[in-house]
């Protein structure tokens, strides 16, 4: 071999080509979560990654497909649709309580204009605190799809009608793409959930005066958790930050609904075969930082048997009885709250067959 003696086989990422292990040691020595952006031909992933030694953890996260649901109905995979997927994570990650990241881009080259700082302008955009450069960014027009619009306006009918078939499937006019773009702000999302479900009832958590050492001096805040649900099947968890209660009240509430779920219930217990919807289906396991909470399914009338943050949160999920086990710091509401929340979570994530779904009287 050429290489002599010496030669190393490299990292297995590194020969895939998947990584660069020199700038990932670089970024993780932060110490600050990353806003990660990959690009595909189709859509964007943008997610929000803490490291641990462990591997990384995902905090938050928007997908392209994601845009949909709001109400966007232009390509995912275009800058605009990828400026929205940043928009969306960015979003999302202000409601989970993380407002500063740094941005890491993986292999890709940092191009001036191009889809990642679209993505990264979305997050910035959003609120989201990410050391920058403003001259990165694509043109604003370039943003609302303006420069596809006229593309489109300057074809024939015939023309139009090839180029643009995947538009004009989902009933959207070409030229209309920079007003749709609006409407894919995920702005407009606090108004959809409130159309979608309107009986959301609010309960705040948890109330706390956080204090920040910043160089123009001491800096108090209060920050609040809420919690939002209809008590049948929906529930959401956000914080909100700021220097009067009234404001981080609403923003928690604001956030509650960005982060909104639906939660799979059933009547999971063996013992138990009345079919209602009624407790979880499964056993299932959330973790927060140091607390981790395990969810149980429990026959009907057995109440909720955890701790009163954890009950705020079934109730308003719609969720009558459970076995909890829970480990770690439990008495810190924050993260009680959060591990009850990705235990839910985590429900929707459980594969099973239809048939045992249905066994199990899980709708959904
Ligand atoms: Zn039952």
């Not at 050429?2 to 086989?9: D, F, I, L």
Request: with cysteine.
């Amino acid at each position: 071999m050429a290489h002599g003696s010496n030669y190393k086989v490299a990292f297995r990422r590194r020969r895939e080509g998947k990584t660069d292990y020199g700038a990932r040691i670089k970024l993780i020595d932060y110490e600050k979560p990353r806003l990660v952006v990959r690009i595909s031909n189709n859509q964007a992933t943008v997610q929000i990654v803490d490291y641990s030694p462990e591997g990384d953890i995902t905090r938050t996260s928007a997908v392209g497909k994601q845009l949909a649901d709001y109400g966007y109905l232009g390509n995912t995979g275009n800058i605009t649709g990828v400026y929205l997927t940043g928009y969306l994570c960015g979003k999302r990650a202000l409601a989970a309580g993380i407002d500063y990241a740094i941005l890491d881009i993986g292999l890709r080259s940092p191009i001036k204009g191009s889809k990642i700082f679209a993505a990264l302008k979305g997050a910035v955009d959003a609120g989201l605190e990410v050391p920058h450069g403003d001259f990165i960014f694509p043109e604003d027009e370039r943003i609302r799809g303006e420069h596809i619009a006229n593309y489109a306006e300057s074809l024939d009918d015939d023309e139009k009608a090839k180029k643009f078939s995947k538009y004009l499937e989902r009933g959207l006019e070409p030229a209309d793409l920079p007003a749709n773009f609006e409407k894919g702000l995920p702005i407009m999302e606090l108004e959809i959930v409130d159309a979608l479900i309107p009986d959301l009832e609010e309960e705040v958590m948890d109330v706390n005066l956080v204090q920040r050492m910043h160089k123009s001096g001491r800096k108090v805040n209060f920050r609040v958790i809420v919690a939002v649900g209809n008590k049948d099947g929906y529930v959401g968890l956000g914080q909100g930050k700021a220097k009067e209660v009234g404001p981080a009240i609403r923003k928690a509430v604001d956030n509650a609904k960005y982060n909104i779920i639906k939660v799979r219930r059933g009547c999971g217990d063996w013992g138990c075969v009345c079919g209602r919807e009624h407790t979880v289906p499964f056993k299932v396991q959330g973790k927060t930082s140091s607390v981790s909470v395990n969810l149980m399914p429990a026959p009907a009338g057995v109440g909720l048997v955890i701790g009163d943050v954890g009950k705020t949160i079934l109730k308003l999920a719609g969720i009558h009885d459970v076995w909890s086990q829970s480990f770690g710091q439990t008495q810190t509401t924050v993260n009680f709250a959060n591990a009850v929340f990705n235990a839910l979570k985590t429900l929707s994530e459980v594969k099973a067959t239809q048939e045992d779904l249905k066994k199990m009287g899980v709708n959904y």
